[in-house]
């Protein structure tokens, strides 16, 4: 079996992902256009590898890896803008938008963004599977705990017309339970011996009645002692850390990784711990080899329940809303609520529920007559002070061409690491402040199926998978229908297949950020085939024994990389406790620089959509402020 699809449309976008070098004669886009059947592609239905697709990042790399400088054209682009935005994901959008909500429908604005499509990693794919289409996410995937967003975030979100109570009605919260499909965990051939699927008992993952446990792990493909080993973690109520105060527990896991305690205090099989390691991946970015065996408390793992330290006492309260406030396309759909308050024109419709179906006119998005306009596949290169500290010019390249454009305000709604390279004033102290984080490395993987009736014959709607290559996960999207869209309703039907891959170089001996870095690294080095054969070959084990063949039942496969992708949030194994949102070093690496502010998840340090937005809201408060200090 090669475990490569036969997908003709795929295979064009195969071999870009680092063969292209910034100012080529032909871009990769170019390419695109020019195979487009019908005008310019529709960015959310271009398949292969996307996300940080080719074209989007060669010229940033130049800039900070290879020292390239271009230079300073003579002319201006356009005409001056009120405000320039580098950067259209979430934050660079909503910063757009609170500024035209400050300043009047008549400012003028514009976006850039080195992609092909707006919202960063809010991302939407889009498929057409006989005729069925099919909308799913391919990063930002939903809007978390709304309950708890600041006054900024929320009125945000009424501005563009979302009302997330709605969703108790679009998301199906009882559909896996109505077709009695459970969690699942697959054990490859290739570390296991032979291919299996079972119930997973992963507690904060699984679906099963601990009670259970012990006949569910006798089928579990682990030695004697490892079944014993993992049976007595999940029913045993001990406290492990028995003879120490509450304090001294506490500090003890702060400081302990919850591998390690599993190892050291819970005396667990190591067969057992690598399988609980990974489980957390696609909430942290990190197995919990490099989170603490607190962190392991408050998701419930085994082990840590019964230590006698109860209520964490000023902490922010767990989620208290269910996770259901998803568009089918994830947060593409605030993305393109913004995009339609800004430009209405170029995205049809007024309500939340038929932006779903609304089909964004890409080609109105950069009008000379739009009072905002959205300049894609423009990657910035340099922002500076101008004529008295009166403007900020900033360069940018697209299409391998340089060009130069006026503000009178700028607010870098990008990367955070890459903005010190484009602002050569930017101070060394706030330098050092920035590069105290960085990204998140993550694949979010979209896969359309003609049907899913191998999940239905093998009662699991997804599967955890230990020890993996790559993807550690993967099962159905979630089952929302909206605004005309309708999630499958019989295993008939044509679906998305939702995967993850957070590549990580686990027990190593590495921090956070140094797995982040080792994991960004190994990814910009995958091509697309070594991601396919992966996606394929997993799938092929787990959903063997329902009657799944990857060649009959995949319709269409889109890789989302991200080697830049969440933001970084403070991890008390290795940061100082005192670092949190409200302190820590980014708050100093957010500093206004003038007529420059910075505005993204980074400078928040939250991975979350109000982590964007409120960051939107400070840098626009601050050129506010700027606008009536200089006029």
């Not at 929320?154 to 109570?165: A, P, R, V, Y």
């Not at 206004?592 to 998840?601: H, P």
Request: with cysteine.
């Amino acid at each position: 079996m090669t475990n490569k699809l036969n997908i003709s449309r795929r295979d064009f976008l195969n071999g870009f992902a680092l063969s292209v070098a910034a100012g080529s004669a032909l871009s990769p886009l170019e390419l695109m256009a020019r195979a487009a059947k019908n005008g310019s592609p529709y960015p959310p239905a271009l398949t292969g590898l996307r996300g940080s697709h080719a074209g989007s990042f060669e010229v940033s790399h130049a800039l900070s890896w290879g020292g390239a400088t271009w230079p300073t054209p003579d002319s201006l682009t356009d005409d001056v803008y009120d405000l320039i935005v580098v950067g259209g994901g979430l934050s660079g959008l909503s910063a757009a938008l609170f500024y035209q909500q400050r300043a009047g429908k008549d400012t003028r604005i514009l976006v850039l963004d080195n992609h092909d499509d707006f919202g960063g990693h809010a991302k939407r794919n889009e498929f057409d599977v006989d005729g069925k289409q099919l909308i799913g996410y391919g990063g930002s995937q939903s809007i978390d705990t709304p309950g708890h967003y600041s006054q900024a975030s929320s009125q945000l979100l009424k501005d563009i017309g979302i009302n997330t109570e709605r969703f108790y009605d679009y998301f199906d919260r009882s559909y896996f339970r109505d077709r009695n499909l459970a969690s699942g965990i697959y054990f490859s051939e290739e570390k296991y011996g032979a291919d299996s699927v079972h119930a997973n008992l992963v507690r904060g993952f699984g679906d099963n009645d601990s009670s259970q446990a012990a006949d569910i792990v006798k089928g579990y493909p682990l030695s004697d002692d490892a079944k014993i080993s993992f049976i007595n973690l999940l029913t045993a109520e001990t406290d492990y850390l028995s003879g120490k105060s509450r304090d001294e527990k506490i500090a003890l896991m702060k400081k302990t990784s919850y591998t390690d305690f599993l190892r050291k205090h819970v005396k667990t099989h190591e067969d057992v711990v690598v399988i609980l390691r990974d489980t957390v991946k696609g909430f942290w970015g990190v197995g919990y080899d490099a989170l603490s065996a607190l962190e392991g408390y408050r998701m419930g793992m085994p082990g840590t329940v019964s230590l006698g330290i109860g209520e964490l006492v000023g902490e922010p309260a767990g989620r208290d809303e269910p996770y259901i406030f998803h568009f089918p396309d994830g947060n593409a759909g605030v993305a393109r609520s913004i995009v339609r308050q800004l430009i209405p024109a170029a995205v049809p419709g007024e309500t939340m529920e038929d932006l779903v179906l609304s089909r964004v006119d890409y080609d109105l998005l950069d009008r000379k007559s739009n009072r905002t306009r959205i300049r894609l596949n423009s990657t910035a290169v340099n922002a500076h002070h101008v004529e008295g500290d009166k403007y900020v010019d900033v360069t940018y390249v697209q299409d391998g061409a340089v060009r130069r454009v006026r503000g009178k305000h700028t607010i870098m709604a990008c990367y955070n690491s890459i903005v010190p390279y484009m602002c050569p004033e930017i101070p060394a102290s706030q330098v050092e402040a920035i590069r105290k984080a960085t990204k998140i490395p993550l694949v979010y993987i979209s896969v359309a199926v003609r049907n899913w009736k191998a999940f239905e014959n093998l009662g699991f709607q997804s599967f955890y998978i230990p020890q993996p290559k790559l993807m550690h996960s993967f099962g159905m999207d979630f089952p929302v229908s909206m605004g005309g869209y309708s999630f499958s309703q019989d295993s008939s039907e044509p679906t998305i297949v939702h995967g993850t891959y957070v590549p990580t170089a686990p027990d190593q001996g590495l921090t956070e950020r140094e797995q982040h870095v080792q994991g960004r690294r190994d990814l910009y080095e995958m091509t697309f085939d070594d991601l396919e054969r992966d996606i394929v070959g997993a799938m092929s084990g787990a959903l063997a024994g329902g009657g799944f063949d990857a060649q009959r039942d995949v319709a269409g496969l889109t890789v989302n990389r991200w080697p830049h992708g969440y933001a970084y949030e403070y991890n008390e194994l290795f940061d100082p406790s005192e670092w949190s949102r409200a302190s820590g070093p980014h708050i100093a690496g957010a500093a206004q620089i003038g007529r420059i502010s910075i505005a993204n998840s980074d400078a928040s340090a939250y991975a979350y959509v109000n982590g964007a937005i409120d960051a939107a809201h400070r840098a626009v408060n601050e050129q506010s402020s700027e606008s009536d200090t200089n006029g």
